[in-house]
Antibody, heavy 118, light 112 residues
């Protein structure tokens, strides 16, 4: 059974860079059929797609976040990562990593709350 | 403001049927498959419907999906209190302003 697990700091200071890693187990991140992505959900609000990456390194980013987002992949560790720079309180959210199969997101991590505060 | 439009809330009595709409455009729903997700309180979303009307293994046939033009609909029959959740539609958007997967704003289902 495929599992995804987010890890990283739960508290980030304003103007700093948020960094999260997703570890994939039970399957290979190098599968040709899938993209791997990040989604966030501010408290009490809806889902926002941040971006996704193919194992080869090809990426798609949400245009509203593109200038601040970098998603990378480490196939040797079966991991992919998110960096979001110049964070503000508006970036406080639960961050999910996920597997994208075409337009579907068929596997989700449990999510990790990241709070932006000094 | 979400790319896909859903009603903020719907409600119905146990045992009844409810539908949740999702409206988009030709750059998203009109030319791509639609998915639906169920998010129970305090948990991660779960894929409920994919490719407009297919159910992943383990999803009961009380849940159904359909698409027509630039709109999609999720149907739930035989409502149970355990169906109380937030429901999101999602799809691919090929416009330059979207760039990837887009979601609706979510619909909160209350089973009265």
């Amino acid at each position: 059974q495929l599992q995804l697990q987010e890890s990283g700091p739960g508290l980030v200071k304003p103007s700093e860079t948020l960094s999260l890693t997703c570890t994939v187990s039970g399957g290979s991140i190098s599968s040709s059929s899938y993209y791997w992505g990040w989604i966030r959900q501010p408290p009490g609000k809806g889902l926002e797609w941040i971006g996704s990456i193919y194992y080869s390194g090809s990426t798609y980013y949400n245009p509203s976040l593109k200038s601040r987002v970098t998603i990378s992949v480490d196939t040797s560790k079966n991991q992919f990562s998110l960096k979001l720079s110049s964070v503000t309180a508006a970036d406080t959210a639960v961050y999910y990593c996920a597997r994208r199969r075409g337009p579907d997101v068929d596997y989700w991590g449990q999510g990790t709350l990241v709070t932006v505060s000094s | 403001q979400s790319v896909l439009t859903q009603p903020p809330s719907v409600s119905a009595a146990p045992g009844q049927k409810v539908t949740i709409s999702c409206s988009g455009s030709s750059s998203n729903i009109g030319n791509n498959y639609v998915s639906w997700y169920q998010q129970l309180p305090g948990t991660a979303p779960k894929l409920l419907i994919y490719d407009n009307n297919k159910r992943p293994s383990g999803i009961p046939d009380r849940f159904s999906g359909s698409k027509s033009g630039t709109s999609a609909t999720l149907g739930i029959t035989g409502l149970q209190t355990g169906d109380e959740a937030d429901y999101y539609c999602g799809t691919w958007d090929s416009s330059l302003s979207a760039g990837d997967v887009v979601f609706g704003g979510g619909t909160k289902l209350t089973v009265l």
